[in-house]
């Protein structure tokens, strides 16, 4: 194994002798810092619609290129976040940025529509419906604009501690989605109990669909239940036409993955978006939209 030294002056070892534990401590000041300087970055995933790959929104993913390291993925650091106290911290970098590219968006025709992954722990916070409503009011974008997902884990069989600040986030106008659907275990009567307007299936089951009749199952079970629950259906990770196939028989009518588009940086996120929207120049120079 090779020691590096962090820019905290931290010796640690890599190559498999340190723990992951281990690594989130020491992880923990430099992502503090990489908040402070505002070094977390943003990237958008394209939600469309499977009939005609229509934007219906995107989902902010957050990224961090630590200096030493490089690349860290999101679940190490959202975890070290979690663990360290800096969740609230990077939520909020992160719906910022949200809402900062939605006042950015340059189709007044067809605003952007933005989701933000919350973790189990800001749903403890009594104060996170006022903190996101101001930030709702500082960017001026109406709250209908703004989904919130949360991981199915977080909303297991009578967990009844996030409702109240469900609840509120809900009264404010923000749509609830429950993310990974298919792999935590929530009674129906809790789902109802809810106040989520989505289900996203989780991309393990959408990955395997095409091979795995066992994830065939998982996925349409779950397309059947947000149905006649009356909630949207979304499929994440659809990689290939066999997928997006699958999904368009079983009625799913939104999905999110490689197959459309990787997460982006904004301005890729724009040139993607003016590339799948026809537009024709109008007679004094500006651009109309076509579809
Ligand atoms: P998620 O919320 O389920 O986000 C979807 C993940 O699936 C993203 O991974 C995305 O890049 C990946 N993905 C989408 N389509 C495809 C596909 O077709 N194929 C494959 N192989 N992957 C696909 P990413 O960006 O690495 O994020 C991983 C997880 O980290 C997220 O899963 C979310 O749980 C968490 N995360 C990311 N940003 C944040 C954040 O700001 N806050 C919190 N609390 N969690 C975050
Ligand atoms: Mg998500
Ligand atoms: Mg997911
Ligand atoms: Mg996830």
């Known amino acids: ?43 958008f995933q394209p939600k469309v619609t499977l009939a005609d790959r229509r934007l219906v929104g995107v989902e902010c993913l957050a990224r961090w290129e630590h200096p030493v390291l490089g690349t860290v993925s999101p679940e190490d650091f959202v975890a070290v976040a979690e663990n360290t106290g800096q969740i609230g911290a990077l939520t909020e970098a992160v ?23 919350i973790s189990a ?19 001026g974008v109406a709250a209908g604009r703004v989904t919130f997902e949360i991981g199915q884990p977080a909303l297991t069989v009578e967990n009844e501690r996030p409702l109240p600040v469900l609840r509120r986030l809900r009264d404010l106008g923000v749509r609830i989605s429950v993310d990974d659907f298919g792999v935590g275990a929530s009674s129906f009567g809790y789902l109802r109990q809810l106040p989520i307007v989505e289900l996203k299936v989780d991309r393990r089951f959408v990955q395997g669909m095409a091979t795995d009749p066992g994830d065939l199952a ?9 149905r006649q629950f009356g909630l949207g259906a979304v499929a994440e990770g659809v990689e290939s036409e066999l ?20 997460p982006l940086p904004y301005e890729r996120l724009e040139a993607w978006y003016w590339a799948q929207t026809e537009v024709e120049a109008t007679p004094s120079g500006e651009f109309r939209r076509l579809r």
């Open 1 to 43: 194994a090779t020691a590096r030294t962090s820019p905290s002056g931290v010796q640690r070892f890599h190559a498999g002798l340190e723990s992951r534990v281990t690594r989130r401590l020491g992880l923990a000041d430099d992502l503090r810092q990489a908040l402070e300087r505002d070094e977390i970055e943003v990237y």
């Open 95 to 117: 719906l910022r940025a949200g809402l900062q590219r939605c006042r950015d968006w340059p189709d007044a025709d067809d605003p952007l529509s933005i989701a933000v992954n």
């Open 121 to 139: 722990r800001l749903l403890d916070e009594p104060e996170f419906p006022a903190q996101v409503k101001a930030l709702l009011e500082h960017y």
């Open 218 to 226: 998982v996925v349409r079970a779950a397309v059947m239940l947000a």
């Open 243 to 262: 997928a997006l196939d699958l999904l368009t028989d079983m009625g799913c009518e939104i999905g999110q993955g490689f197959l459309f588009s990787r």
